[in-house]
T-cell receptor, first 112, second 111 residues
Framework: GNSVTQMEGPVTLSEEAFLTINCTYTATGYPSLFWYVQYPGEGLQLLLKATKADDKGSNKGFEATYRKETTSFHLEKGSVQVSDSAVYFCALSEGNTDKLIFGTGTRLQVFP | SAVISQKPSRDICQRGTSLTIQCQVDSQVTMMFWYRQQPGQSLTLIATANQGSEATYESGFVIDKFPISRPNLTFSTLTVSNMSPEDSSIYLC????????FGSGTRLTVV
């Protein structure tokens, strides 16, 4: 079945460091791919999405490119801030059912 | 994007009791989804709710434990029945729009 694999956390960085959180997927067909962020004590927010191969989603300085050849959707940010500390979830939607399948989440901790 | 009002935001319940969680959406949507997020873990889909039909449950979830109502295109409820401490989780509803919008979640603690 379809699945999403994320790098384990926590990822600990200093402010202004470069961030990469790896995400790979297994899917039949052509799923849409998403990154969600969950700040401490809050609900889930959509960070960015991509719906087809080579699409790049971007928001708030974060980017991710849908790579069909490597089945990946890695999240990157050039310079992280303390306020980026949160849990990040990679997800895919199955086109025939519209339900989301989530990765296990990666906790990011940014220190000043 | 859609706005979802979910309540209660949190509750502490006695084992053996039931809790009903409500989600109200500010626009009409075909499908609503209910997820569970156990402590420190990812989200798992419980069921998909369409208006006018029985909810479709994922493997490991049954209607007797998690009955769902979907009386119209803007509202749904999830009941957690006969609760045990293992049901302590965050429960979230979701709808598909630009990128799936989630309610703010219900943090349930069963004691």
């Amino acid at each position: 079945g379809n699945s999403v694999t994320q790098m384990e956390g926590p990822v600990t960085l200093s402010e202004e460091a470069f961030l990469t959180i790896n995400c790979t997927y297994t899917a039949t067909g052509y799923p849409s791919l998403f990154w969600y962020v969950q700040y401490p004590g809050e609900g889930l927010q959509l960070l960015l999405k991509a719906t087809k191969a080579d699409d790049k989603g971007s928001n708030k300085g974060f980017e991710a490119t849908y790579r069909k050849e490597t089945t990946s959707f890695h999240l990157e940010k050039g310079s992280v801030q303390v306020s980026d500390s949160a849990v990040y979830f990679c997800a895919l939607s199955e086109g025939n059912t519209d339900k989301l399948i989530f990765g296990t989440g990666t906790r990011l901790q940014v220190f000043p | 994007s859609a706005v979802i009002s979910q309540k209660p935001s949190r509750d502490i319940c006695q084992r053996g009791t039931s809790l009903t969680i409500q989600c109200q959406v500010d626009s009409q949507v075909t499908m609503m989804f209910w997820y569970r997020q156990q402590p420190g873990q990812s989200l798992t889909l419980i069921a998909t709710a369409n208006q006018g039909s029985e909810a479709t449950y994922e493997s490991g979830f049954v209607i007797d434990k998690f009955p769902i109502s979907r009386p119209n295109l803007t509202f749904s409820t999830l009941t957690v029945s006969n609760m045990s401490p293992e049901d302590s989780s965050i429960y979230l509803c979701s709808v598909e729009d630009y990128g799936y919008t989630f309610g703010s979640g219900t943090r349930l603690t069963v004691v």
